[in-house]
T-cell receptor
Framework: GAVVSQHPSRVICKSGTSVKIECRSLDFQATTMFWYRQFPKQSLMLMATSNEGSKATYEQGVEKDKFLINHASLTLSTLTVTSAHPEDSSFYIC??????????????FGQGTRLTVV | AQSVTQLDSQVPVFEEAPVELRCNYSSSVSVYLFWYVQYPNQGLQLLLKYLSGSTLVKGINGFEAEFNKSQTSFHLRKPSVHISDTAEYFCAVSESGGSYIPTFGRGTSLIVHP
């Protein structure tokens, strides 16, 4: 099956600094990538959808200047949390989809990144 | 727009007992349905999916689910659970033929006791 690798799995940063999370599709080309945020014991909240080579589409209430998404290639998307604050601490998960892998019916998920801002 | 309801936030069960995790959805159009499993501090792994055809879908790890259009349900079942099945389970729905952006339920925590 298709593999999506997310890095780092855990990161601790100081308040005010920026953190970059990478999401890579290892064995397929990801035309679309999704970024989710998951609060403890809760479901996944879609933050944004990005298509390769174009600007990300952010969900309502998600600050695009704070959560910068770049999808510069068909195998890599990055989420940068800028000027992080403790309330940004959360579990972030990416998923990737391509027309070739599973058609347009399925997205494949990364392992997630646990961000802790101190 | 579609929505997913997982009525049970937590389901405790003894090892080797059967289990059913409930999922109901709402949508004005045809849908695809999915069940994912999430182990602690990990991403989501697809258990099974319904796209079309047979309403009984078999997935990995001995799980199966049945699509019931009249009841708008897609309940997940396993005849005999193991300790290793302890995890969070998410039901998701997306519009068939749409842009495929899944909507997730809030999750059900399956706790298997020895």
């Amino acid at each position: 099956g298709a593999v999506v690798s997310q890095h780092p799995s855990r990161v601790i940063c100081k308040s005010g600094t920026s953190v970059k999370i990478e999401c890579r599709s290892l064995d397929f080309q990801a035309t679309t990538m999704f970024w989710y945020r998951q609060f403890p014991k809760q479901s996944l909240m879609l933050m944004a959808t990005s298509n390769e080579g174009s600007k990300a589409t952010y969900e309502q209430g998600v600050e695009k200047d704070k959560f910068l998404i770049n999808h510069a290639s068909l195998t890599l998307s990055t989420l940068t949390v800028t000027s992080a604050h403790p309330e940004d601490s959360s579990f972030y998960i990416c998923s990737a989809r391509s027309a070739g892998q599973g058609g347009n019916t399925e997205a494949f998920f990364g392992q997630g990144t646990r961000l802790t801002v101190v | 727009a579609q929505s997913v309801t997982q009525l049970d936030s937590q389901v405790p069960v003894f090892e080797e007992a059967p289990v059913e995790l409930r999922c109901n959805y709402s949508s004005s159009v045809s849908v695809y349905l999915f069940w994912y499993v999430q182990y602690p501090n990990q991403g989501l792994q697809l258990l099974l999916k319904y796209l079309s055809g047979s309403t009984l879908v078999k997935g990995i790890n001995g799980f199966e689910a049945e699509f019931n259009k009249s009841q708008t349900s897609f309940h997940l079942r396993k005849p005999s659970v193991h300790i290793s099945d302890t995890a969070e389970y998410f039901c998701a729905v997306s519009e068939s033929g749409g842009s495929y952006i899944p909507t997730f339920g809030r999750g059900t925590s399956l706790i298997v006791h020895p």
